[in-house]
């Protein structure tokens, strides 16, 4: 697409990432700032992506032997303390509930009834969740217990962004305990492979694995592993972690049991979660100039068809076939769920409504109008092309390609956005190529640089720290290697094991 | 059942209601009260109750037209004073957010980092939401907006009761707003009749539908229109609320819209909600003396089957059939889900398992060893009947008449709570005889008394007031009537319109 051609939104992402994004989440409708500072407000059509990731990942949640359950919202300001490094992570950014009575006083509210222990709005539940855990666990027959809870969270931002990072935001957390290290460790790996599944077959997202370092660690974890994108700025974004625990969190909330020899032990266990993060990188992974693109297998609506009606006479007619080309789309089952419709028959003109839908990233646009339907005929417009790229198709035949349409769609992303990071990844040997690579070459597009840098490093967190300090770089996952490259140190010419990922983040 | 048969319960109903309530929720291992004072944990099978409500009203609120939206979990203070009538009704019991972090002072972590303003936890959500409608409504083009919101609220309580009154409790809340006054009404009428119909088909509980009083009335609303169901204490329980809130809250939130005559209009709203509270109406409509009792439509297993392997030589045979059973059912839709089955085959006693289920209430529960294995049959029983009752049949026979069973023991626990609130409803028309029905005659059962009284009364609210201060009766609802029997209030003499129902509440 040449420079000079119109786009939907202004600025481009090559102009204006930043900006591109809010642009992307407004012409879309997808979310909104609140006037209560960090919360952001989830509109339908944001919404019913989220509503799409719960159906799938509860699906693979509990095919994978987990059941739901809901914990408090609230903390008691002792449980937090309990675990040290955790303590460190999470108290510095808790919304504190001090009261729970508002009095009138000169016609203001004012707070009132002033709580004994003050509460914490659940920042992560692993202490809440622990203290149930120990009043439930007695012998090692009541291991494992492999929990999911769909929540809300709030961690005060000082710089929020919608979706990315918001005071309070929507995810899943699982909470599992063991009886043993090797099991808990298996549990942790397991989810990882379900978040890097669900990632590349719904959300055409291509993750790295592997585990974060030392700097990056859930604050009291042992081991974090994560899923790791690149979007289209070529930085790198969290999509999900799975945290191997290991005794920590049993030992600061108690849950023991008795072994089978008899013994009294503390049990093994994980945390994982995802979050609506997910839908910001999926903005980030997918969207362009126009707007919104949305892959087919985590659309609730797959096609839009417009009716053309320009004139009164041709107007039932026209209705009619639309009516019934939905029904039989409608009818269709991708991939688990109906094919979802929407069948736009507003007073509007069509440019007007096909702009909205290629705004909101809806994979087929459909317009039949009268002269189409003298001919049998459908224009068929794909998300993934150009905006004014039609194709002319038989009407009786798109229930029977549909499908195979979508598929096609979906994987096609998903290779696009392969390849994009495949052409930003780069070994990197010497500090003053990793220097260069992470600093902006086009004074124009200073946000458009960088990319997965794989290099050595000796594995302290000193060098770590320094790099972030320095350049804003950070280790994004040690990758599991089978068969490790070992090197030098990058930063301090020591033993490297083995390459790991650098890049810039959200 | 004979008062001298075992029971897996104790206390038994009518020994002592509220206790038996707490133990039917113990023994089917639905919930249980945190650490945290009045927030619950709501334990795997309970929340598997609260997934399926959610689907099941999910889909009729979409196919009705709404679509889901999440706004935030915080209120500013002063968006609860906008509405005169509300800040009465909610600002008493509200959880306050005063700080943003925590500090370590003395190896304790405090409160630091002090808001501006305090922020609410949402009590109930028509202020904020109000605010973004004020922001999203400019012309009667934007109406209606038809939006649903699945969250967690939180009102502070004084006095606790898992899933019936508790400090945080999960629900939805429907929050829509329209062009006309008329249209608003509708809609609210629409709702309840959501409920009603969702009442009455999955939880098998038989509502009484109408309007609330003044003294009832959710606080900010022009007319509160309520479901009301009697539980076997004869009480009632409100299960659900729609409410015409008029013009109060877009007032309140400054939602306005340019009219269809240029002219600028307060948008008419509507709010309606259904809670975790309908777990317990559902635990206290249909359990008995051996614990929970579900529904099937409202069931995620439908049935368990339990092997019987008393020998290991025929252990192998025994659990090829049961898993062949099993997949057999799951392969059927009942209403619209596959039948969901629990295969328990641990290495537990028969019995030890069999009450385990009954007390969790599975609908059916199916029993083969190796001598049904031999002769092709198995020992089906059902949770409406006694513990004992078994039946054998044909295993080949089971997948055909599974949903039919089903379906019956459905239709007789409604059958049953429809018989049952008939036996205590009563026309009456005296104070003296009013006074007796809610005055307990039984010395050793003092919670099993009254029912439904339909009794005249003058709309007054003082008198509301008088009889719920000395009697504990209140007004459950208005009914709709198309020739209301006009009479003579019970309290005062002076004339009625209708007759209301009266009844002692959770």
Redesign the interface.
């Known amino acids: 697409m040449s420079e000079k051609q119109q786009t939907a939104l202004s600025p481009k992402r090559d102009q204006d990432f930043p900006e591109w994004y809010q642009q992307v989440v407004r012409a879309a409708d997808l979310a ?1 700032n ?3 500072r960090g ?6 059509w944001g ?2 992506l ?2 799409r990731m719960q159906g799938v990942l509860d699906g693979m949640f509990k095919a994978t032997g987990h ?11 002792s449980y ?2 309990k675990e040290a490094a955790h ?1 460190e992570g999470f ?14 006083k000169d016609g ?2 004012v ?1 009132a ?1 002033v709580l004994s222990e ?4 659940r920042p992560t539940s692993e202490t ?1 969740i622990g ?2 855990y120990a ?1 439930w666990v007695k012998s090692w027959r009541d291991l494992p217990i492999l ?1 999911n809870q769909w ?2 969270v ?1 961690r ?1 931002e000082m710089r929020p962004r919608v979706f990315l990072r918001t005071a ?1 935001f ?1 995810w899943q957390e699982g909470h599992t305990a063991h009886e043993t290290q090797e099991e808990a460790e298996e549990e942790t790996m397991k989810m990882l492979r379900v978040y890097e599944t669900f990632a590349r077959d719904y959300l055409a997202v291509p993750v790295l694995t592997g585990e974060k370092s030392e700097g990056e660690r859930f604050p009291g974890a042992v081991k974090t592993y994560c899923i790791e994108a690149m979007v289209q700025d070529r930085k790198a974004i969290q999509a999900g972690t799975s945290h191997f625990l290991g005794q920590n969190f049993s030992k600061a909330s108690g849950i023991q049991y008795q072994s089978r020899e008899g013994k009294l032990e503390h049990a093994w266990t994980t945390s994982w979660g995802v979050s609506t993060r997910l839908i910001g990188t999926l903005i980030m992974m997918h969207s362009d100039d126009d707007g919104l693109v949305v892959p087919p297998r985590i659309a609730s609506t797959h096609v839009v068809i417009v009716p053309i009606t320009p004139k009164e006479e041709s107007r039932a007619a026209v209705l009619e076939a639309v009516n019934h080309l939905a029904s039989s789309l409608r009818a269709i089952n991708f991939h688990g769920i109906p094919i979802g419709v929407e069948l736009d028959a507003r007073d509007l003109g069509g440019g007007i409504k096909n702009w909205e839908w290629i705004k909101k990233g809806v994979p087929i646009r459909i317009e039949i109008g009268p002269r189409d339907l003298a001919q049998g005929t459908a224009a068929m417009a794909r998300r993934d092309r150009g905006p004014k790229e039609k194709e002319f198709v038989p009407v009786d035949g798109i229930p029977g390609t549909i499908a195979g349409i979508l598929d096609e769609i979906q994987e096609g992303l998903l290779l696009r956005a392969t390849k994009f990071r495949e052409t930003h990844t780069r070994k990197i040997d010497s500090l003053e190529e990793f220097k260069k690579f992470f600093t902006p070459q086009n004074r124009e597009k200073p946000e458009i640089h960088g990319g997965f840098a794989l290099a050595h490093w000796n594995g302290s967190k000193e060098v770590e720290d320094q790099v972030k300090d320095e350049l804003k770089v950070t280790i994004r996952c040690i990758p599991f290697e089978d068969s490790p490259e070992p090197g030098v140190c990058l930063f301090t010419g020591e033993p490297s094991r083995q390459r790991v990922v650098w890049a810039k983040s959200y």
């Open positions: 909104e609140s006037e209560v919360c952001m407000v989830i509109k339908p919404y019913a989220w509503e059941r739901n359950a809901y914990f408090p919202l609230f903390i008691p300001l937090l303390e303590v108290a510095k950014e808790c919304a504190v509930v001090t009261h729970h009575r508002l009095e009138s203001k509210l707070p009834g003050p509460l914490v709005v809440i203290a149930a009043r929990l929540a809300n709030v005060w309070e929507l």
